[in-house]
């Protein structure tokens, strides 16, 4: 059965730090793994989706990278700012096409 | 398209009733999940349809519960006898077909009173 931990639980940092939140996962055989954010009380944004063919996507100030035989996977933030606050949540793909969700990363970024 | 739409937003309930959440996926995406949130967790998988048929359901989905799509567009999900440890928020997401990126709804949070 597929596991899997984020750490750590909960980060608070000043702002214009760069900061790296960790995914692993204990079943190498996945489909992709999709990095969320969620803001409280509300739904999952999509941030980033890696395919197990890849190591890494990035979108602005955001980097993701996979090391599937390692299960692990981090997301990277460049130059955090206030509006960055929020849980992030990793999940991966499975081959019965379902999604298996961290606990989550809770980002505090202090002015 | 505006994306994943859920309704409602959030439903306060009296325990023992029962109460049915309303799930539009992004057009033309055929794979539509049910999940569910409760505080400080991360979203646990419920049940997963492909177009109409439901192919997979999880052991959390209890024979209170029951999820339909007819005609492989909406999907319902029925919580009969609403219990408190049903409160949580429950989260729906759509897909096309392939390992391709998932969208999710903004959920409707359920409180069992």
């Known amino acids: 059965k597929q596991e899997v931990t984020q750490i750590p639980a909960a980060l608070s940092v000043p702002e214009g730090e760069n900061l790296v939140l960790n995914c692993s996962f204990t079943d190498s055989a996945i489909y992709n793994l999709q990095w969320f954010r969620q803001d409280p009380g509300k739904g999952l944004t999509s941030l980033l989706l890696?395919?197990?063919?890849?190591r890494e996507q990035t979108s602005g100030r955001l980097n993701a990278s996979l090391d599937k035989s390692s299960g692990r996977s981090t997301l990277y933030i460049a130059a955090s700012q206030p509006g960055d606050s929020a849980t992030y949540l990793c999940a991966v793909r499975d081959y019965g096409q379902n999604f298996v969700f961290g606990p989550g990363t809770r980002l505090s970024v202090l002015p | 398209d505006t994306g994943v739409s859920q309704n409602p937003r959030h439903k306060i309930t009296k325990r023992g009733q029962n109460v049915t959440f309303r799930c539009d996926p992004i057009?033309?995406?055929?794979?539509l999940y049910w999940y569910r949130q409760t505080l400080g967790q991360g979203p646990e998988f419920l049940t997963y349809f492909q177009n109409e048929a439901q192919l997979e359901k999880s052991r959390l989905l209890s024979d209170r519960f029951s999820a339909e799509r007819p005609k492989g567009s909406f999907s319902t999900l029925e919580i009969q006898r609403t219990e408190q440890g049903d409160s949580a928020m429950y989260l729906c997401?759509?897909?096309?077909?392939?390992?391709?990126?998932?969208?999710f709804g903004q959920g409707t949070r359920l409180t069992v009173v």
């Open positions: 057009s033309e995406h055929n794979r």
């Open positions: 890696i395919q197990s063919s890849q």
């Open positions: 997401a759509s897909s096309p077909t392939g390992a391709t990126e998932a969208f």
